[in-house]
C-alpha cells in the first residue's frame, strides 16, 4: 500500500472518530447552548489546539514514550479525571442553560473571561484524555511507518487539525440556530444537567481505565 493510500485511510479513520459524539462533543454542545456561537467557536479551537499538540508528539515519537511510562500515563490520566470530574459536577450544581441564556440575552452582553474559559474547556479536555493520547498512538503506529517520507507525516497535523475545526465549527454553528437556541431554552435545564452527567460518567469510567501494558 502507498504511503499516500495510508494517509488517506488515517484521515477517514480520524473523522468516523471524530463525528462519533464523545467528550470532545460534549464540551463543543454545552459551551454553544450556555454562552452562544463565539464560545462554541472557541471550544472548537481549543480541541483544534490539543490535537495538534498529540499530532506532534505522536509524529515526533514522544507518544510512545508516554503510553510505556506508567507513571507519566496516570499522572497525565488522573489530572484528565480531576477536570472532569470538576466541571461534571460545577454543570450539575449550577443554574439551568436557559436561564443563564436568558440573562446574557437582556443583559446584551457577555463575561469577557468566558469565551478564554471555553477555549482552555476545550483544550484540556482532548489533552488530558488518555483515550486521546491511545487513539493517536495506536492509529499512527498502525498506519504510519518510520519509514513514511516527512513531506506525508508534515501534511497530518495540519490536515486533522483541519478537519477536526470544521466539523466543530458546524457542531457549534448548527447549535445555534435560533431553532435550536429555542429548543435549548425549553429544555436547557435537563441539557446542562445531562452534560454534568456525562463528564462525571468519563471521569468515573477512567478511574476505572487500566494503563497501556
Keep these: 500500500m502507498s504511503f499516500s493510500a495510508d494517509f488517506y485511510h488515517l484521515i477517514a479513520i480520524y473523522m468516523l472518530v471524530l463525528i462519533a459524539p464523545g ?56 489530572a484528565g479525571i ?30 469577557a473571561r ?20 491511545l487513539f493517536f498512538l495506536s492509529i499512527f503506529s498502525a498506519l504510519i511507518a518510520s519509514a513514511t517520507p516527512m513531506g506525508i507525516k508534515a501534511l497530518i497535523a495540519p490536515a486533522m487539525v483541519l478537519c477536526c475545526g470544521l466539523w466543530f465549527a458546524c457542531v457549534a454553528f448548527f447549535l445555534t440556530m435560533p431553532k435550536i437556541t429555542f429548543i435549548y431554552r425549553r429544555l436547557g435545564r435537563w441539557i446542562d444537567k445531562t452534560s454534568g452527567v456525562v463528564f462525571v460518567a468519563i471521569g468515573m469510567s477512567l478511574i476505572l481505565q487500566k494503563a497501556p501494558a
Design 23 to 78: 467528550l470532545d462533543f460534549a464540551v463543543v454542545l454545552r459551551e454553544s447552548l450556555l454562552y452562544g456561537r463565539g464560545h462554541g467557536l472557541m471550544a472548537a479551537c481549543g480541541v483544534m489546539s490539543a490535537v495538534a499538540v498529540h499530532c506532534t508528539y505522536t509524529i515526533l515519537g514522544l507518544g510512545l514514550i508516554i503510553a510505556q511510562s506508567l507513571l507519566l500515563f496516570q499522572l497525565i490520566k488522573w
Design 82 to 111: 480531576v477536570y472532569l470530574l470538576y466541571i461534571g459536577l460545577k454543570a450539575l450544581r449550577g443554574k439551568s442553560g436557559s436561564s443563564a441564556i436568558m440573562a446574557q440575552a437582556e443583559a446584551k452582553c457577555r463575561p
Design 114 to 133: 468566558a469565551k478564554r474559559q471555553a477555549f482552555k474547556a476545550g483544550f484540556i479536555c482532548n489533552l488530558l484524555n488518555p483515550k486521546c493520547i
